[in-house]
């Protein structure tokens, strides 16, 4: 499996507005409208440094300078490369131009190389991870450091900073093949606690400090929370929900289709308080106290009390039909959700609480097919399964004649190459009239196409990676499995595809597919 790598993306910007950069090699590259090859450019700077320096320059510096005792040399050699300049102004800012389109098509080769080897998109926004094999485990644990928008950075507590972050960890994932009803189709399986997203803060941050008087701010899944408590001993947090409306005394605001108003702003031996009224229904609420008022829970968060008699009195409200919400560890998150709560210490998210491993599932929560994903909630991120890569593939037919196996397909035997070879016992020849010459028999490795699996035979089976197809062209095992009841298309861990075996047996004719290369599955987080 790839090393998935972190790559900065250094691009020099130099004259990039006027360039365009082209990625492979023998490209060409254009400069106020002119388009060179790459190559060509870069000899007109070596020529040119080379003219420079024979004109009496010191050997070996980075770059030309141009006057006017080796302004003639230096413009054949660019005149040369097909680019026609006046003034030494002019043949100064081309090649010093030239030197930048250079180094930014390196760095852009840089760029496109890594792109290919990591898997990873160097934006950060996505990652991908797209050598994973079939039947295989899959696991990560990813961080800003691989996608972006993670969290990593510091949180504010109590007057002091603390450092957080954010994780998403992938467990236990597999591409599986070979399912009830898959065919030849692969899956994405997904187990429960497959997928974990989890909000870390510092031990250094005590949270039994965290309280209504000193409440905890964090982004979680893109959205503002605030923890109002958070219970270690019991795995449980308080939040502190709904959104914050400030109100002048004597106020009124419609919010979720209830009027609200703020009758009163006041203070009194208890604290400041405010009369709130909702609808028909008001009550007298002190400063960081909630009360539910005709359906509405409303918490006092400020007031604002003047002391002068000429300035109004204000006070912040936050509104919602659930306010305080405590959850504890194991809770859904919400009804019918896919996710679970995960409170610990430091530690607040969400785990996966269902396994999504066959397709028709009751609960809808089907294994994932090609192009399909799962979200954390608010689409935060989403985990998605690509399918496997394109590869070139050759299909090979098996038939008897007689008690020889006749294959039809693409062979390659050293500087031969073959499109069908016949195998007779423990023997294999490139033609017909051979059989039964052991001396005319291939003794050297015969490989499918251009892939590296050859093709071997034991005087009982054909073995092909691990298919093994009996003589009689009568049973299919693959590994120690018969599979030669399979009704429908059967893929190898390889990616080879055994069409229909239980027919292919009863016809004793047999077709296979098989790449070129092994094929990999690609997941991708973004």
């Known amino acids: 499996m790839k090393t998935m790598k972190r790559i900065m993306k250094i691009v020099a910007l130099g004259v990039a507005g006027m360039l365009s950069i082209g990625l492979l090699g023998g490209c060409t590259v254009n400069v106020d409208g002119q388009k060179m090859n790459a190559d060509a450019v870069s000899q007109a700077i070596a020529d040119a440094t080379e003219a420079a320096t024979q004109a ?3 050997a070996g510096i980075a770059s030309v300078d141009v006057t006017a005792d080796n302004v003639d040399a230096v413009k054949e050699a660019l005149t040369n490369a097909g680019l026609e300049v006046e003034t030494i102004d ?35 926004d996505v990652w991908i991870s797209d050598e994973i094999n079939i039947n295989s485990l899959f696991s990560a644990d990813l961080t800003d450091r691989k996608v972006v928008k993670l969290f990593d950075n510091e949180i504010e507590f109590d007057g002091d900073d603390y450092d957080a972050e954010e994780v998403l960890e992938l467990d236990g994932l597999k591409i599986v093949n070979n399912g009830v009803d898959f065919a030849e189709n692969v899956y994405l ?58 109100f002048a005394e004597g106020e009124t ?23 709130v009224m909702v609808g028909t229904e008001s009550d007298k609420i002190y400063e960081d106290g909630t009360k539910t008022i005709n359906g509405m829970e409303i918490e006092i968060k400020d007031v604002i009390i003047p002391h002068s008699l000429n300035t109004e009195a204000f006070a912040t409200l936050k509104v919602g039909e659930d306010v305080l919400i405590t959850i504890e560890n194991g809770d859904e998150y919400e009804e019918d959700s896919i996710w679970d709560w995960v409170i610990g210490a430091n530690e607040i998210g969400l785990t996966l609480n269902d396994n999504f491993d066959s397709l028709d599932d009751r609960n809808g929560n089907d294994i994932l097919d090609v192009g399909k994903s799962i979200s954390l909630p608010n689409n935060y991120l989403t985990i998605s399964f690509d399918g496997l890569e394109d590869e070139d593939i050759e299909k090979y037919t098996f038939e008897l004649d007689g008690s020889v196996v006749v294959i039809e397909g693409k062979f390659i035997n050293g500087i031969n190459d073959y499109d069908e070879i016949f195998v007779n016992g423990t023997e294999m020849y490139s ?30 089976n054909i073995v092909i990676d691990d298919i093994s197809i009996a003589l009689t062209l009568s049973t299919i095992n693959v590994g120690t499995t018969n599979i030669s009841g399979a009704e429908d298309n059967y893929r190898t861990d390889y990616g080879i595809i055994i069409e229909t075996p239980e027919d292919a047996v009863d016809d004793q004719e047999i077709v296979i597919e098989v790449p070129e290369e092994e094929l990999y599955g690609t997941i991708r987080v973004g």
């Open 56 to 58: 009496g320059m010191d």
């Open 90 to 124: 002019e043949l100064k800012d081309k090649v010093t131009g030239y030197e930048q389109i250079i180094a930014d098509y390196e760095a852009a080769e840089v760029v496109e190389e890594a792109e290919q080897t990591s898997g990873l998109n160097l934006d950060g």
């Open 189 to 246: 399986e997904v187990p429960e606690n497959g997928i974990v997203y989890k909000f870390i803060i510092e031990n250094g941050l005590n949270t039994d400090d965290i309280g209504a008087d000193e409440t905890l701010e964090i982004t979680l899944l893109g959205q503002d929370i605030e923890i109002v408590d958070w219970n270690e001993t019991d795995n449980e947090i308080t939040l502190a929900k709904g959104e914050q409306y400030t």
């Open 253 to 275: 605001q419609t919010i979720d289709g209830k009027e609200i108003s703020v009758r009163a702003i006041g203070d009194d031996n208890d604290g400041s308080y405010v009369f």
């Open 431 to 460: 033609d017909e009239d051979d059989v039964g010459n052991t001396s005319l028999a291939i003794t050297t490795e015969v490989f499918l196409g251009d892939s590296k699996i050859n093709i071997t035979t034991d005087g009982t």
